[in-house]
C-alpha cells in the first residue's frame, strides 16, 4: 500500500511513503479493519513513524462494490488477482447472503 500527499497549498511536487507488508487486522469488537505499519520513514525527513490506517466495513464494502463493478467491464484484468481468494470471495458471499451460522465454539473456520 503506498500513501502519496501533495500540498494543498503550495504544491511542491507528490510524496509517498510504503506500508508494504503491514499487518492486516479485523477488529474483534468493532466494525473495521486496521493496517498498520512500523518505523517507516517520513514522508520528507529521516524522521521514522508508525502508521495505521482504519477502513470501516462501508468503507470496504463500497471498494467491493467499486472492484466488482470495474472487474465485470475488464474481467482479464482482474482474473489473475482474485483466483487465489476465490473460497475467501464464496464464503464472504455466503455470509452476506446469510447463509452461514456461527461456528460451533472450539471449531476452526
Excluded: C
Aim: hydrophobic share 40%; aromatic share 10%; proline share 5%.
Amino acid at each position: 500500500m503506498r500513501i502519496y500527499r501533495r500540498g494543498s497549498k503550495k504544491d511542491h511536487g507528490a510524496t509517498s511513503i510504503s506500508l508494504d507488508a503491514a499487518r492486516i487486522e479485523v477488529s474483534p469488537t468493532n466494525s473495521f479493519l486496521s493496517f498498520s505499519k512500523f518505523n517507516v520513514k517520513d514522508f520528507t525527513g529521516t524522521a521514522r513513524h508508525d502508521y495505521t490506517v482504519y477502513l470501516s466495513f462501508e468503507e470496504l464494502a463500497n471498494s467491493i462494490k467499486l472492484v466488482a463493478d470495474a472487474a465485470v467491464n475488464d474481467p482479464k484484468r482482474f482474473e489473475g488477482h482474485f483466483e487465489s481468494v476465490l473460497k475467501s470471495l464464496i464464503r464472504l458471499q455466503a455470509v452476506a447472503a446469510g447463509t452461514i451460522q456461527p461456528p460451533s465454539p472450539g471449531a476452526s473456520t
